[in-house]
C-alpha cells in the first residue's frame, strides 16, 4: 500500500490522494448526522406504532434512518467518484463539481447508485443500533 501511495505522489503529486475529500466529508458529515437524528426521531414513533416488541420498532426506526441517511449521501458519493474518475473534475472542488455534475447531467444520475448504497448502509446501520440498543440493556 506505501509503495501505491508513493507512486501516487511521485506520478501524480501529492494532492491526488486528497481527491474527493470535500463531497467525503460533507456527505458523510450529513449521513452520520441524520443517521442519529431520525432514528430518535423514529424511535418513539416505531413503539407506537409497532406494540409489544421494542426490538421491532429498533428495527423499523434503524432502516427508516439508514434509508434517509444513504438516500441523502448518494449525490455526494457521485460527485467523489466523478472526481476522483474524470480528470475533468479532478481540479474541481465540491463547490464547483457538485453545480456542475447536475447541469450536465440533472439529479437522477446523482441516484444511481441507490440501490447499492441502501444495501450496504441500512444493512451496517440496522445491525449496529440494534447492538447498542442491545448493549444498553446490559448495562443499564
Do not use: H
Not at 447499492?116 to 447492538?131: D, F, G, T
Request: with cysteine; charged share 15%; net charge neutral.
Amino acid at each position: 500500500m506505501l509503495d501505491a501511495a508513493l507512486s501516487i505522489i511521485k506520478e501524480d503529486g501529492p494532492t491526488a490522494l486528497l481527491g474527493g475529500l470535500g463531497p467525503t466529508v460533507v456527505g458523510y458529515g450529513i449521513e452520520g448526522a441524520m443517521k442519529f437524528g431520525v432514528y430518535e426521531v423514529c424511535k418513539p414513533i416505531m413503539i407506537n406504532l409497532i406494540k409489544g416488541s421494542r426490538g421491532a420498532a429498533y428495527i423499523a426506526a434503524s432502516v427508516f434512518a439508514g434509508a434517509v441517511a444513504s438516500i441523502l449521501l448518494c449525490p455526494m458519493e457521485s460527485t467523489r467518484i466523478r472526481q476522483v474518475t474524470d480528470p475533468g473534475y479532478a481540479d474541481k472542488g465540491l463547490l464547483t463539481a457538485f453545480p456542475q455534475l447536475v447541469k450536465e447531467e440533472g439529479l437522477g444520475p446523482m441516484f444511481s447508485g441507490i440501490w447499492a448504497m441502501l444495501s450496504k448502509q441500512v444493512c451496517v446501520y440496522l445491525c449496529l443500533r440494534s447492538e447498542m440498543e442491545r448493549g444498553s440493556y446490559l448495562f443499564s
